[in-house]
């Protein structure tokens, strides 16, 4: 092997000392990591923030020992006041999107194992890769800081629309200095993401090793490239956005805040914005973020579920291109969003017809796992599992796109617990099970120890089931018209409603201990776990080719060579039944 | 398995590979930056649609400010082309143009920065702030995120001037600087157009 043939840009040395090697690292291994923990801290704090919605909702005198603490206005005793409803349902959302679905099926993941699957010793550019992973730790704690002022968090939801999230503190609580610090977090945010995607951009452009050509490449690899393209561009005008809306609270300007606005009694003293702006300008990113969150999950998925099926899949290039579809279809859908948003009735229809477009590419993907799945012998592990259960939540919260995506029916059908039903499953859970099938997956590389199976197994049962009996009954709800962000049901028909609103909290306090064994789980395996092998996987891609976990430099100095695709399973290799990337034996079906 | 990689230290930096990584990254961050431009342009016209909207009169100080950012750009590439020619290392002689025509840049990109804050100064002065009509307060917008865009590629600028007044300089970052900065300027005769035209 001449090691010269690949030249690396990676120059910086191995770190030495506490800060360097754990704080601030310039290993994307270790940034991969931090990326995790920190989704990992979110995710905690956003489910406890949806129990205690659930829990209002159905039960709202409910004394929540130490909320008072936290939450002095907001939950004086300790039960919830209907105003700090909205201020979880707004932190819940912003945690989950933002530092969660986008942090670690992206930025964790693909900081980790992008580089070794291209063959690469590290990102192009390491500082920015650490300034990345900084900037977004400052834009959590900013984010968090609003629980801890006297305001509170805002109210306005994730989606912040104009003018209740431009105006200020009169607009209700948390909408002072709570909405300035979503605002001023989001847009650093945006800031993180933009350094994270250039180098991900960067990385895969000029850092293959010899041989890994762009087909060559891993799906996993494919997500993270498509998903960095798309989220350059989106977190490019979400950035601008938040300084448009930065600069109408904080410097009196009038983007977003119409002319003659009295709220609280008194006339805002602004003149001529448009709120329909601020949805423009927001959904042109919020709708590509969907795919931020799920093509990484794809990708996952796609890579777990070959190795455990030990068979090619029908087409992986088809499924590369139909992520590439989505992603390009991904721009032009942001109108439905704002179908009854008062935007003229036409663009609906034109908005319309890419949103079911959109359907094709994802069931042509979900039809290649179906077709090669038939007559796999497919192994079932934990990591095998959610990847299972990411199709299964994938089509069910997929389907109900389609009825969303018609402009007649979404008129119904808007801000109902059916649309909450809908990105809950397709988006949220499906993104999360596909972080967690790479969870167990990759474990045994990032850490060097196994995961418990056993464990591994009873927490997906409990998850998949849990999750149906939260967000399938949400559909029934918004079809008989339950209207979402409400706090407490005061209709006459809402009544026969409860009975299945107590369920669905039951399912989601149950849903969310079960969540404890996967907590238990990760720490007790990453200390006492049984150690892991190279390759416990029998994987054919990089990343099984170095030591678990690689050492600092991912190939020990050495540039690895590439032979072959990435998923050659099924095929008479001299170690088993694949060939992996970096053996020169010839296989002959290529 | 793992024995599959000999180490070989200390691993191979190519000044080849690292130029080529700085000018990717300068090529992605360019679309980065016109999405971003795309953005504030579109939120403009949308904004447009106001009764409340009031031309304004550019200062005419930015002409001056164009021509300074085009000068710069000018001497950059001056400089680009001068190491480009040569094989590395470079000695004194050969470092001579591209060290004047570095300094000159930093200079000319400080004194564009200048410029753009006497404008601002000469708008309030007018009284018109940021807040006082539509029209000023993208004027500021657009302007200020360009600036700031300016001043980041006057950091580079910097670190490159203390590199090659050194012996032996490392250049690789100069490419993806200079693109960088035509890209700027660029940048800023797209909004002169809208600011003239629009605001």
């Known amino acids: 092997m001449d090691p010269a043939l690949q030249p690396q840009t990676h120059v910086h040395a191995p770190p030495q000392g506490f800060i360097r090697k754990y704080v601030f690292s310039l290993d994307h291994k270790m940034i991969g990591k931090q990326y995790y923990g920190l989704a990992l801290v979110s995710v905690f704090i956003g489910m406890i923030l949806s129990w205690l919605m659930r829990l209002h909702l159905v039960w709202p005198n409910t004394k929540i020992p130490g909320l008072e603490a936290i939450a002095k206005t907001g939950a004086p005793g300790g039960v919830v006041t209907p105003e700090f409803y909205l201020s979880l349902l707004t932190m819940h959302g912003t945690l989950m999107v933002f530092f969660v679905l986008t942090n670690a099926p992206f930025a964790g993941f693909g900081n980790y194992f992008l580089p070794i699957q291209i063959g690469a010793e590290d990102m192009a550019f390491p500082r920015f890769n650490m300034m990345s992973f900084w ?31 431009a105006i200020g503190k009169d607009a209700g609580p948390g909408l002072g200095w709570g909405q300035n610090l979503w605002a001023i977090s989001i847009a650093i945010f945006c800031v993180g993401q933009l350094l994270g995607s250039l180098n991900f951009i960067a990385t895969t452009l000029d850092l293959r090793a010899k041989g890994m050509t762009f087909m060559r490449m891993p799906i996993s690899t494919w997500a993270w490239f498509l998903t960095s393209c798309i989220g350059l561009l989106a977190f490019a005008v979400l950035l601008p956005a938040c300084l448009l809306l930065i600069l109408d609270r904080m410097a009196g300007t009038s983007f977003f805040i119409p002319s003659g606005l009295v709220v609280s009694d008194r006339l805002q003293n602004h003149a001529g914005g448009s709120p329909l702006l601020w949805q423009h300008l927001f959904w042109f990113f919020g709708h590509p973020e969907v795919y931020i969150a799920i093509l990484p999950a794809i990708g996952i998925v796609s890579h777990v579920l070959i190795t455990s099926m030990r068979k090619p899949l029908l087409s992986a290039k088809v499924i590369i291109y139909s992520m590439m579809s989505i992603g390009f279809l991904s721009w032009m859908v942001w109108g439905h969003h704002m179908f009854v948003s008062g935007m003229n009735p036409m663009s609906s229809l034109l908005f319309s017809f890419p949103t079911l477009t959109i359907t094709i590419p994802a069931t042509i993907i979900t039809l290649i796992w179906l077709g090669s799945l038939y007559g796999a012998n497919i192994q079932i592990n934990s990591a095998s599992l959610f990847a299972l259960g990411f199709i299964s939540m994938f089509v069910s919260g997929g389907v109900s796109g389609f009825f969303l995506a018609q402009p007649s029916i979404d008129i119904y059908l808007h801000a109902t617990y059916f649309v909450v039903g809908h990105f809950h499953m397709v988006m949220g859970v499906a993104a999360i099970f596909g972080i967690l099938s790479g969870t167990y997956f990759w474990f045994p590389k990032m850490t060097g120890r196994m995961m418990n199976e056993t464990l591994g197994q009873l927490h997906f049962w409990l998850t998949f089931v849990g999750t149906y009996c939260i967000f399938m009954p949400f559909h029934y709800l918004g079809l008989v018209g339950n209207v979402r962000r409400y706090s407490s049901f ?8 409860m009975p299945l609103h107590k369920f669905i909290t039951i399912a989601a306090l149950l849903t969310g201990a079960a969540q404890l064994i996967f907590l238990y789980n990760l720490i007790y395996s990453r200390f006492r776990g049984k150690p892991a092998p190279e390759n416990p996987w029998n994987g054919t891609s990089l990343e099984w080719s170095v030591p678990s976990p690689p050492p600092w430099n991912n190939f020990g100095g050495a540039h690895p060579v590439v032979y072959h695709d990435p998923y050659q399973y099924g095929v008479k290799g001299q170690s088993g039944d694949y060939v992996m990337q970096t053996s020169p034996e010839k296989i002959p079906s290529e | 398995m793992s024995a599959a990689y000999p180490p070989i230290n200390p691993p191979l930096p190519s000044s080849g590979a690292a130029s080529r990584s700085a000018k990717s990254g300068v090529w992605v961050a360019m679309f980065a930056i016109t999405m971003t431009f795309a953005a504030f342009t579109s939120a403009m016209f949308v904004r447009q649609g106001s009764a409340d909207w009031i031309h304004i009169a550019a200062p005419p100080i930015l002409f001056a400010n164009t021509v300074l950012l085009l000068l710069s750009s000018f001497t950059l590439e001056f400089a680009r082309r001068a190491v480009r020619a040569k094989t590395q290392p470079l000695s004194a002689a050969e470092l001579r143009t591209p060290r004047i025509a570095v300094s000159f840049t930093l200079l000319l990109g400080l004194a564009f920065i200048a410029g753009q804050y006497l404008a601002w100064r000469q708008l309030a002065a007018q009284g018109f702030f940021l807040a006082s009509n539509p029209n000023s307060s993208f004027f500021y917008v657009f302007t200020g995120v360009h600036a700031l865009h300016v001043l980041g590629g006057l950091a580079a600028l910097v670190l490159l001037s203390f590199r090659i007044f050194q012996r032996n300089p490392r250049l690789a970052a100069l490419p993806g600087v200079s693109l960088y900065w035509h890209f700027m300027c660029a940048l800023w005769l797209y909004l002169l157009f809208i600011i003239c035209t629009r605001l």
């Open chain 1, 490 to 497: 005061v209709d006459d028909f809402m009544p026969a409603l």
């Open chain 1, 135 to 165: 900037v977004t730790f400052i834009a959590f704690v900013a984010l968090i800081a609003a629980f801890f002022i006297p305001d509170g968090p805002p109210i306005s939801g994730w989606t912040a629309y104009a003018p209740l999230s």
